[in-house]
């Protein structure tokens, strides 16, 4: 089975998540390494352009003054993949062709981007297969990392295209057909969703059908069975998938959430962290979860000093101004900043992210809601709606949320968060 099921970095497999703070530093730790020691010669190009900051790449070209000096450091994180890592870049480095090992050496990297909440890995893995990056037709190991790595991007369209020809080689490839149905649930093609879920089987029949019909029935009016489901299946997953273990809980405590069981989602939210403390999105979903439950000071010791992730970074803006802390301008002018140098990059910043950040932190709710809209029109994860309800509230424009309402009703989704909302925007 793939390590995309393996290695889950949302509680959905193959959700999204967009590295919009391309040069995120990392974490503080015992030890720091020099990266000239560490990166093949191949890959000091890809650290030119993924590791330095954008507003550096972006002015005249660092030369070192010597040879020892250290441009960059690497997580710690690394080191526990360094020597499979290396074993593999020598066997590029004689195998140039070998598209299987290029496509290793990707998921390495894409495995640590995912446990480190660290995008420079996603450039790492990029710059692996970047020979054929543009190939129409490559191996079906590049196609399946090429894909990941556009979805990691939200670029959905030009993933699909790649699992499509995935699936035209190889039919039968259930990690494919996983991340088809996830996509296409991300984006709101429900029924497009179902059909890629139906070429896995029931979702009690094996652990990729599970992983991609939980979530889509936890959006489309089947939450009480999708939450009972996810319990019954839980021996199963601990015995042939433990690894996939954190995101039963994270799900199962997303959908008690939804459902307006709070304690029930608490239980979960805390034995997946137990866990997996380092998933970046259950943090995010637990910060979300404890906020809603005025629980700020809460978030902060939940997230501590972690600003890799803009999500995190997020989260522990909106806890400090809640708690009247005295970082909050910090982070919020640091958050603000990220998005500034991803716009200086010629990309845009993650939708939600910025929506949210301009319904806590900016003077303008229409601009917030004109984010969120856009925002939503790519993307219709639960947070994407809320966001978008939030901000039509905020701007006093019952009629921008129309269209979200609809999706919501026409697919029976259940959320009490949306509900109140909902109540408010039609009491209008």
């Known amino acids: 089975m793939s390590t995309w099921i393996l290695e889950p ?233 433990p690894g996939l273990v954190p995101w039963l809980l994270t799900m199962r405590a997303e959908i008690a959430r939804a459902l307006g069981r709070p304690a029930a989602a608490e239980k979960h939210y805390q034995a997946a962290y137990e866990a997996d403390p380092s998933s970046s999105y259950l943090r995010r979903a637990y910060a979300d979860f404890l906020l809603d439950g005025d629980r700020p000071d809460e978030v902060t010791d939940l997230l501590g000093d972690d600003r890799r992730d803009n999500g995190l970074l997020l989260r522990a803006a909106v806890a400090a101004k809640r708690c009247g802390a005295p970082n909050t301008m910090e982070l919020s002018d640091t958050l603000r900043n990220r998005f500034a140098e991803t716009r200086l990059r010629g990309d845009l910043p993650h939708g939600r992210y910025e929506a949210r950040f301009e319904l806590e932190f900016g003077d303008d709710p229409r601009r917030a809601l004109e984010l969120a809209l856009a925002n939503w029109a790519r993307q219709k994860e639960l947070r994407d709606s809320r966001n978008a309800l939030e901000a039509a509230l905020a701007a006093a424009e019952p009629a921008a949320a129309e269209p979200v309402i609809a999706f919501l009703r026409k697919y029976g989704t259940q959320d009490v968060a949306y509900g109140r909302l909902i109540e408010r925007l039609e009491g209008e």
Not at 155 to 177: H, I, T
Request: some cysteine.
């Open 9 to 241: 970095g949302h509680p959905w497999p193959g959700s999204c998540f967009r590295c919009c703070h391309a040069h995120a530093q990392a974490q503080a730790a015992t030890k720091f390494f020099d990266v000239k020691r560490l990166i093949h010669p191949a890959a000091i190009t890809a650290l030119a352009v993924f590791a330095l900051p954008p507003l550096l790449l972006a002015n005249e070209p660092y030369i070192p003054t010597s040879d020892d000096e250290v441009l960059e450091t690497l997580p710690t994180a690394v080191f526990t993949r360094r020597d499979s890592i290396r074993r593999l870049r020598e066997r590029l480095a004689a195998e140039p062709d070998n598209q299987q090992v290029a496509a290793t050496i990707a998921q390495h990297y894409v495995g640590l981007g995912k446990s480190e909440g660290d995008p420079r890995f996603y450039g790492y893995a990029r710059a692996a297969v970047g020979a054929w990056w543009d190939q129409p037709s490559p191996s079906a190991p590049i196609l399946r990392v090429r894909a990941k790595l556009k979805e990691t991007d939200h670029d959905f369209p030009a993933a699909l295209v790649d699992l499509d020809r995935l699936l035209q080689k190889e039919p039968s490839d259930q990690q494919a057909w996983v991340e088809v149905a996830n996509i296409r649930r991300v984006v709101g093609d429900y029924d497009l969703a179902s059909e890629a879920c139906d070429h896995l089987g029931g979702a009690d029949e094996s652990i990729p059908a599970l992983a991609a019909r939980v979530p889509l029935m936890a959006v489309t009016g089947e939450a009480e069975a999708a939450y009972l489901l996810l319990g019954e299946q839980r021996p199963r997953v601990e015995k042939q998938l």
